[in-house]
């Protein structure tokens, strides 16, 4: 085994449980005089990946997540004032989603909650069809607030 791995050895293309679409590699983590001794018949391995591929595909994924939910939040407010089922409207398809909420509201409410369901719908949208990662970059560039903070 010692001809083979040592501490740091990067292996590649390996699976990583929690990013199984991405390929990962894994450095060697074990202790380098245990293995050059062969005192273990395993080693440890701590996955990584590639930046963009961290950048395009998780980051971006995670950022999408918190939006949707933030938004998802705000629709959630309104309709506690409204005295609506949150839950019922989310078992809806998007037209009647969209329909149900925008009868709700009164023609003073109509033009931001019409901006919210657009919002809701674009951001829903990103992660349901294949995007560039330019368009991903533009993306997370106008969601700074949030990258900053994963």
């Given at each position: 085994m010692s001809d083979k791995f040592t501490q740091g050895t990067i292996i590649e293309y390996i699976r990583s449980t929690k990013y199984p679409e991405i390929k990962c590699q894994g450095i060697v983590i074990s202790a380098r005089c245990d293995l050059a001794q062969e005192k273990i018949n395993q080693f440890?391995?701590?996955?990584?990946?590639?930046?963009?591929?961290?950048?395009?595909?998780?980051?971006?994924e995670s950022v999408v997540n918190e939006r949707n939910n933030n938004v998802l939040g705000n629709i959630k407010k309104y309709c506690e004032q409204k005295c609506m089922d949150f839950a019922t409207l989310c078992g809806m398809d998007k037209v009647n989603f969209r329909e149900v909420l925008l009868k709700s509201a009164s023609s003073k409410e109509q033009k931001n909650i019409q901006k919210t369901i657009e919002e809701w719908e674009s951001i829903s949208g990103l992660l349901e069809t294949k995007i560039k990662n330019e368009e991903k970059r533009t993306f997370l560039l106008k969601n700074k607030k949030i990258v900053e903070n994963k």
């Open positions: 440890h391995c701590l996955s990584a990946m590639n930046i963009e591929e961290w950048i395009y595909e998780v980051l971006f």
